[in-house]
């Protein structure tokens, strides 16, 4: 199993609703990050678990909370978001974090939509 | 501050052309470089990637050289076809374990 999901693949929410995305990975990997990416833009780092432990937050509004349950999943929890948050949020991993061989492995993202 | 840049920021050829994607960074203080492929609205694929100790990586009709030194990497397509279409991405992994993203080329092969 080499592959990374999300789910939901699309989600719609109002800017007072609560809601979280969820990521997975079966491939042993012990790193884990979500991306946020704007249309025609790159990605941009939003969070890193190393080791199941957060490592790196890019200064992100506290309406996001990341949570790594175990080496395998990577919730992202929303709350109070604004129109602006509307992206595609990708999740990655990647075997042996800080090694100058490791590969991250993308999931297909989630398309949100703030109203 | 890591800056990568990616030229041109948008390419379309015919198919069977010979391509080069041009990507530039500001730190040279990387441990490796990263090409990635991305189709509208879908995750990225990994490429190619290249260790700070290496010059050159290889997979198929794809070459992705590094020179640290002058900042720059390029990858290389030979025989474009029109399956080749979709944004390409290089990303710098430094010191930080942060992967630092190109700008992007969006490259359309048409037959």
């Known amino acids: 199993d080499t592959e990374v999901t999300q789910t939901p693949k699309h989600l719609v929410m109002g800017m007072t609703n609560k809601k979280s995305l969820k990521c997975e990975q079966h491939?042993?990997?012990?790193?884990m990050y979500w991306y946020k990416q704007k249309a025609k833009k790159p990605p941009e780092l939003m969070f890193v678990?190393?080791?199941?432990?957060?490592?790196i937050n890019e200064s992100v509004p506290s309406r996001f909370s990341p949570e790594c349950p175990n080496s395998s999943l990577l919730n992202l929890h929303l709350h109070a978001l604004q129109p602006e948050d509307s992206a595609l949020y990708l999740c990655a991993s990647s075997q042996r974090p800080g090694l100058d061989t490791d590969t991250q492995y993308f999931g297909p993202g989630t398309r949100l939509t703030v109203l | 501050k890591q800056e990568v840049t990616q030229i041109p920021a948008a390419l379309s050829v015919p198919e069977g052309e010979n391509l080069v994607l041009n990507c530039s960074f500001t730190?040279?203080?990387?441990?490796?470089l990263q090409w990635f492929r991305q189709d509208p609205g879908k995750g990225l694929t990994s490429l190619l990637l290249?260790?700070?100790?290496?010059r050159e990586q290889t997979s198929g009709r794809l070459n992705a050289s590094l020179d640290k030194s002058s900042g720059r990497s390029t990858l290389y397509i030979a025989a474009s076809q029109p399956g080749d279409s979709a944004t390409y991405l290089c990303a710098g992994l430094g010191d930080t374990d942060k992967l630092i993203f190109g700008t992007g080329t969006r490259l359309q092969v048409f037959p």
């Open positions: 678990y190393s080791y199941e432990k957060l490592s």
């Open positions: 730190d040279s203080a990387i441990y490796n």
């Open positions: 290249i260790q700070s100790s290496q």
């Open positions: 491939m042993g990997h012990r790193a």
